[in-house]
T-cell receptor, first 113, second 115 residues
Framework: GDSVTQMEGPVTLSEEAFLTINCTYTATGYPSLFWYVQYPGEGLQLLLKATKADDKGSNKGFEATYRKETTSFHLEKGSVQVSDSAVYFCALTHTGTASKLTFGTGTRLQVTL | EPEVTQTPSHQVTQMGQEVILRCVPISNHLYFYWYRQILGQKVEFLVSFYNNEISEKSEIFDDQFSVERPDGSNFTLKIRSTKLEDSAMYFC?????????????FGPGTRLLVL
């Protein structure tokens, strides 16, 4: 079955540092890939997505590129802020009626001043 | 901006009791989902619903669980006889299209505590 593997957290960075959160997946075919973010005490918010190989999703300074050859979708941001502190989830889904999202375990990011 | 809403935000119940978690999906969405997140663990898929029937369900979604769309706006998850291990955050989601074509938008969640 499908699976998503994320780097273990927590990740602790100073403000303005460069962020990379690794995500790799195992799936048949050509899934769509997502990053969701969960701020403390809140639900899941879509951060960005990519639906085919070599697509780059971007939002709020975050980027991730769908790499079919390495089955990866690493999340990057050039300069993190304290307000980026949250748990980040990588996820995938397939085309098809009401297809489920398969999530990774989540990576907690803590940004300090 | 349209959003998915869920009620209640918190629910405490005794083991063996029935609970109903409610969700109002985004109005023009046709696909509905329930997920749960046990504290500190990953988000797990429970069930998807389209055209008034279940499209897919996970192993977690056993006979104790049911879903319903009782009217044009609400989408409910019922747990008939709660167990301690049902304690989790339950998220409802909806999407305009299915699969990778449809982004799933999540509600804020209902935190269920079974004592």
């Amino acid at each position: 079955g499908d699976s998503v593997t994320q780097m273990e957290g927590p990740v602790t960075l100073s403000e303005e540092a460069f962020l990379t959160i690794n995500c790799t997946y195992t799936a048949t075919g050509y899934p769509s890939l997502f990053w969701y973010v969960q701020y403390p005490g809140e639900g899941l918010q879509l951060l960005l997505k990519a639906t085919k190989a070599d697509d780059k999703g971007s939002n709020k300074g975050f980027e991730a590129t769908y790499r079919k050859e390495t089955t990866s979708f690493h999340l990057e941001k050039g300069s993190v802020q304290v307000s980026d502190s949250a748990v980040y989830f990588c996820a995938l889904t397939h085309t098809g009626t009401a297809s489920k999202l398969t999530f990774g375990t989540g990576t907690r990011l803590q940004v300090t001043l | 901006e349209p959003e998915v809403t869920q009620t209640p935000s918190h629910q405490v119940t005794q083991m063996g009791q029935e609970v109903i978690l409610r969700c109002v999906p985004i109005s023009n969405h046709l696909y509905f989902y329930w997920y749960r997140q046990i504290l500190g663990q990953k988000v797990e898929f429970l069930v998807s619903f389209y055209n008034n029937e279940i499209s897919e369900k996970s192993e977690i979604f056993d006979d104790q669980f049911s879903v319903e769309r009782p009217d044009g706006s609400n989408f409910t998850l019922k747990i008939r006889s709660t167990k301690l291990e049902d304690s989790a955050m339950y998220f409802c989601a909806s999407s305009e299209a299915g699969g990778g074509r449809g982004t799933q938008y999540f509600g804020p969640g209902t935190r269920l505590l079974v004592l």
